[in-house]
């Protein structure tokens, strides 16, 4: 009996499929979310890193899946969120003393995949 109790964990366990909500209402969530933040007063920290390269994933280790985000806080690059596309560090906001980005985002259609690139403006 317990050897087919632990049987029947342990499938279940196999098929489940989970969706998280962290924050406010966490009984509501987005039939198409896989993971839901939501709160009237707090923000979300993404993981700060100090990148030295853009070609290169350290601090990260490993393979660095496309489309990892990071904020950089540190090192020789400018401060802000970068996105990995599988090749370098991207830029997507970057820091300024005011808080302000100067790079806005611009898409563009590359064959058949949709692209996210930021422009500097001057």
Same mark, same amino acid.
């Given at each position: 009996?317990?050897? !087919? ?5 342990? &499938?279940? /366990? ?8 962290? +924050?406010?209402?966490? +009984? ?6 896989? !993971? ?7 923000? #979300? &920290? /993404?993981?700060?890193? =100090? &990148? ?9 280790? @490993? =393979?660095?899946? /496309? @489309?990892? %985000? ?6 020789? %690059?400018?401060? +802000?969120?970068?996105?990995?596309? @599988? ?7 970057? /820091?300024?003393?005011? @808080? ?13 995949? %949709? #692209?996210?690139?930021?422009?500097? %403006?001057?």
């Amino acid at each position: 009996m317990k050897k !087919l109790l632990i049987a029947v964990l342990l &499938l279940s /366990a196999v098929y489940t499929q989970a969706q998280v909500k962290i +924050g406010d209402n966490p +009984g509501t969530i987005d039939a198409n979310s896989l !993971l839901e933040l939501e709160s009237t007063n707090k923000g #979300f &920290l /993404a993981p700060r890193v =100090t &990148l030295t390269s853009i070609t290169s994933v350290s601090p990260l280790t @490993g =393979t660095v899946p /496309a @489309g990892m %985000l990071v904020y950089n806080s540190a090192g020789s %690059l400018t401060y +802000g969120y970068y996105y990995w596309d @599988g090749a370098e560090w991207k830029i997507w906001i970057m /820091a300024t003393k005011n @808080g302000c980005s100067k790079q806005p985002m611009q898409h563009y259609r590359n064959q058949k995949h %949709l #692209f996210w690139q930021a422009m500097t %403006l001057y």
